[in-house]
């Protein structure tokens, strides 16, 4: 192999791998570049199911992230590079989003049969309840 396939070889390589914090930034996971760094550092990527420690880590085409936010867990296979930073729908076409739906929280809307006091108190009815708080205890 010559000097300028070798120089070819590893050109074709630097344009099917990014480093992850660079990726995560073009792909608009985070906000700026230090954040995505501190995102790899903080062990919270996996990478095709392990831990990332280094923010320096090259990702490829095909490459499953697994990225724990605050409040969601992100699921994202690669599917593209860029050189720079674009637009929002630019950066979707960076990844194909396996994330799962998310999850239903516990609460929920009024119970069925229950419905909201349509109106104020009555005069009578704010009296039965000032008498409530003062003596919660008294059968009245």
Request: charged letters at 30%; hydrophobic letters at 35%.
């Amino acid at each position: 192999m010559s000097p300028t396939d070798a120089d070819t070889a590893a050109a074709g390589d630097a344009r099917n791998r990014q480093r992850i914090d660079k990726w995560m930034w073009h792909a608009r996971v985070v906000r700026t570049r230090t954040l995505a760094k501190r995102l790899a550092l903080s062990g919270k990527v996996r990478l095709n199911r392990e831990r990332v420690t280094d923010a320096s880590r090259p990702v490829k085409i095909g490459d499953v992230l697994t990225i724990a936010l605050d409040r969601r867990v992100l699921v994202l296979r690669i599917a593209g590079f860029t050189e720079r930073r674009g637009s929002a729908t630019l950066a979707a076409g960076l990844y194909e989003d396996l994330s799962p739906p998310p999850a239903q929280s516990g609460v929920s809307g009024p119970e069925e049969g229950t419905q909201p006091p349509s109106r104020r108190p009555t005069k009578k009815q704010r009296r039965q309840l000032n008498a409530l708080r003062q003596n919660p205890f008294e059968d009245g």
